[in-house]
């Protein structure tokens, strides 16, 4: 094994979504604001935007949750100019051993790349760098050998084709996504080796029988979806991390058997992203 594998292995390992969490990346809201309008949550908030002193405590919160859980939270440099920079889980994603960096498919977010390249060299990291074709984490889940992908405005099949090649020993399975869905963890979040979170309406039915061959799925409404219902956080020992405002889909939870970490992220969905959106995982266990 060369030096390079041997650092990916000691610095980089995310085998499933749920896997207790021993390492990720965020970046504080300190400058979050709805500008462009890229999302159907953003557009419906825009007069309203974003209170930061607000989005900065709960966001602390959140961290201080993490880290109460036994993850080393590690934080990107926060840039002015970067208003969706809290969003880190788009950047980059992990599969297994690999460190993958995302090309992103908006100039208001291609700047965020820049910053975790830097933390990523700076870290002697190793990653790849799939700059070709647009694909976004946002898109992509992993769960051992499976990886989900969701073809969105965000993410092409030519960078799915791609990735495909480069895990030869993965099953990649393209999710084509209703049009005004932006990431796949919109309506899509694997809980537990037996467990999803799935919006129904997201998916062809071809597609969403196909998610059902793979787990017992807990359906999102239509206002738990707005309110990012499936963009919930598995930190680990079936443990949670979801909106306090989903009262009923969080009991829905429990009742599987899962622990649920409430938090309030108001201020923050208001852009269109939750806890996962939040969060970009580095280890699990």
């Known amino acids: ?30 400058n979050m604001k709805i500008t462009q309008v890229i999302n159907e949550t953003q557009k419906h908030f825009l007069k309203e935007n974003i209170n930061i002193d607000k989005a ?12 109460e859980h036994g993850a080393e939270v590690n934080h990107l440099e926060s840039k002015k100019e970067f208003n969706e920079q809290v969003f880190t889980r788009d950047i980059g994603f992990c599969i297994g051993n690999e460190f993958f960096v995302s090309s992103m498919n908006t100039n208001l ?22 700059a070709a074709h647009s694909i976004e984490g946002g898109d992509v889940l992993v769960d ?16 799915i084709q791609a990735l495909k090649k480069m895990l030869p020993d993965h099953t990649v399975h393209a999710l084509p996504l209703r049009s005004d869905i932006l990431h796949l963890d919109c309506v899509f979040t694997i809980i537990s080796e037996e467990a999803a979170l799935v919006y129904p309406p997201a998916f062809s039915k071809k597609d969403l029988e196909k998610i059902q061959k793979h787990y017992n799925i807990i359906e999102v409404s239509d206002r738990e979806q707005f309110q990012m219902g499936p963009n ?15 009262k009923q889909l969080n009991e829905r939870i429990r009742e599987k058997g899962f622990t649920v970490i409430e938090t309030d992220f108001s201020e923050i969905i208001k852009s269109g992203g939750s806890f996962r959106c939040c969060s970009l995982p580095v280890i699990r266990e």
């Not at 390079?4 to 300190?30: D, I, N």
């Not at 900065?56 to 880290?67: C, D, K, P, T, Y």
């Not at 051992?144 to 965000?154: A, E, P, Q, T």
């Open 232 to 246: 919930v956080l598995a930190i680990g020992d079936k443990k949670i991390i979801s909106l306090s405002q989903n």
């Open 56 to 67: 900065i405590g709960q966001h602390e919160e959140f961290v201080r949750i993490l880290e």
């Open 1 to 30: 094994m060369s030096l390079s594998k041997k650092a990916v292995r000691e610095e980089v390992y995310c085998p499933t979504e749920y896997g207790r969490l021993k390492k990720v990346l965020v970046v504080s809201p300190q």
């Open 109 to 130: 977010r291609e700047g965020e790349v820049k910053v975790l390249l830097q933390w990523l060299e700076a870290n002697k990291i190793p990653h790849t760098h799939l």
């Open 144 to 159: 051992g050998k499976h990886v989900w992908v969701g073809v969105s405005g965000r993410t092409n099949r030519l960078a």
